[in-house]
């Protein structure tokens, strides 16, 4: 267990760390200042514009659900329409065979009644 972590440490460029250390350290110190400082008011007004766009946005998706379940419920009834018009057509379809049938057996009749 021991080797892996020599080698680990071994890998490590320690020269070049402790050579940028001073330029390391600057940076997280502007970082930190620069994360305590309270916001300008022009960053306010900015997240003010921002809660008044996620709020527009939130509305509109409302609306968009509403839409939807309106289509969808279009959609349904669309589709029992269609089904109903589909047995029709099945109806009408085996009334017509029954009639074929029915008007080739009555000229076959005919003809043979001759």
């Known amino acids: 267990m021991g080797i892996p972590w020599l080698l680990a440490l071994k890998a490590i460029p320690w020269g070049t760390i402790l050579t940028n250390a001073p330029a390391i350290l600057r940076s997280a110190d502007a970082l930190a200042l620069r994360t305590r400082r309270r916001p300008d008011p022009a960053a ?9 766009r996620i709020a527009m946005l939130e509305q ?20 029992a329409a269609g089904e109903v018009l589909e047995a029709r057509a099945r109806w009408s379809l085996a009334a017509a065979v029954t009639a074929s049938v029915i008007s080739f057996l009555a000229c076959g009749i005919a003809l043979l009644a001759r």
């Open 44 to 52: 306010i007004q900015d997240v003010q514009a921002l809660a008044d």
């Open 60 to 79: 509109r998706d409302h609306e968009t659900a509403e839409l939807l379940t309106r289509v969808t419920a279009q959609v349904a009834a669309l589709s």
